[in-house]
């Protein structure tokens, strides 16, 4: 029998189970940790003039990795960090400017502040340290089970979890800094399913942008052409987009010259209110965060005229496998992504410019209403 390497790592018995049978447990070695520390001390903030090594998924038998030059940075990074990056690559098909979205839980500010405060090596060591516990696979486990980005366990619960093997305030970083990478990975995954079913409905380019490929960062390189060894968790997962000049639905009327002229604001709001509908409806989604921030406003030269996508997929809900027709509208009933379109731009646009926007509630939310939002006699 030829011999087992455990490599670096240190395997310790789990106590407690059944006599004459222990059942080994990785456990990140001081070596491992001290590499992980060096490469996390040197965390990337995303600026202006960085190189990126993008790695792409290993489809082809070319090169799977691509040089980005990042132009320009759209902070501050509330739910992910988004910039726009220059590739050069002919051989795949990639020359120009592309939006790349990287879901880094260590450089987004929004999320940050309201969980856990703002990153630090300190805790990113204690979630590599505990990273192969299996108290800390089951809790990342229960969350990534549930759809809701932000589902999670009480503290107590989570120190139940835990168990006694850590002091409990050590614990609970690690499993804060693991909520996060859930939430993101989510969110990552979220996106990824309506581009896919954009492409579906052969809509990938018309109502979103279109999409190039999702990637991944290596938590460092030795060179422009050798990525360094890291594990697929240390690796950050982002989406790489086509790229749409422009500005959202809710900066209309103070959009940079040339901006659209008024006489476009009610047709292109109400082409923002069919396609939110457009989504819920046919798409089989549910998308939590639609509102005007979440487009593109564009000059198209194909059309000769202006034109307005959806962007920020990342809180989409999709329907279960198995889900009944009516279960599913009445979960779409909690929701009304066409009004958040044209009842906020109506407001906002009466407000601002005393523009008097019509809004014509679909017949599809109509009878959403009707089935589960009247009020009984």
Request: hydrophobic residues 35%; charged residues 25%.
């Amino acid at each position: 029998m030829p011999s087992i390497i455990f490599g670096p790592q240190i395997l310790m018995p789990i106590t407690g189970e059944a006599t004459g049978r222990q059942v080994l447990k990785r456990r990140y070695s001081a070596p491992e940790l001290a590499t992980f520390a060096g490469r996390s001390s040197n965390v990337r903030r995303y600026a202006t003039g960085e190189i990126l090594r993008l790695q792409l998924p290993q489809t082809t038998n070319l090169c799977s990795g691509v040089r980005a030059e990042i132009i320009r940075v759209f902070s501050p990074f509330t739910m992910a960090a988004v910039m726009v990056v220059r590739i050069h690559e002919p051989a795949l098909g990639l020359e120009g400017d592309f939006v790349l979205k990287v879901y880094d839980r260590r450089q987004v500010t929004d999320i940050r502040t309201k969980r856990c405060g703002n990153w630090s090596l300190k805790n990113d060591m204690q979630l590599e340290k505990h990273r192969w516990y299996p108290e800390l696979n089951k809790y990342a486990g229960e969350l990534m089970a549930q759809d809701n980005l932000y589902h999670d366990l009480d503290d107590e619960e989570k120190y139940a979890i835990a168990g006694e093997e850590d002091p409990a305030a050590t614990a609970i970083q690690a499993f804060n800094e693991c909520w996060l990478e859930a939430f993101f990975l989510k969110m990552y995954r979220a996106e990824l399913e309506l581009y896919r079913r954009a492409r579906w409905h052969h809509l990938d380019g018309q109502d979103v942008p279109r999409f190039i490929s999702s990637v991944t960062i290596p938590c460092s390189y030795t060179s422009m052409a050798c990525v360094d060894t890291c594990t697929p968790k240390a690796s950050t997962p982002g989406n790489l987009m086509q790229y749409i000049p422009g500005f959202p639905l809710s900066d209309l009327y103070k959009s940079p010259s040339p901006h659209p002229p008024r006489s476009t604001w009610q047709p292109l709001i109400d082409e923002a209110a069919h396609m939110a509908t457009k989504i819920a409806q046919h798409w089989d989604a549910r998308n939590l965060d639609c509102c005007p921030r979440n487009t593109v406003v564009h000059w198209d030269p194909i059309i000769q005229g202006w034109k307005v996508m959806f962007i920020d997929f990342g809180h989409c809900n999709y329907r279960p496998a198995g889900m009944s027709d009516w279960n599913w509208r009445g979960l779409k009933s909690c929701g009304d992504e066409e009004g958040e379109i044209g009842i906020s731009m109506k407001s906002q646009l009466k407000k601002m410019k005393d523009f008097d926007y019509v809004y014509t509630r679909s017949e599809f939310w109509e009878e959403l209403d009707m089935d589960f939002n009247m009020e009984l006699p």
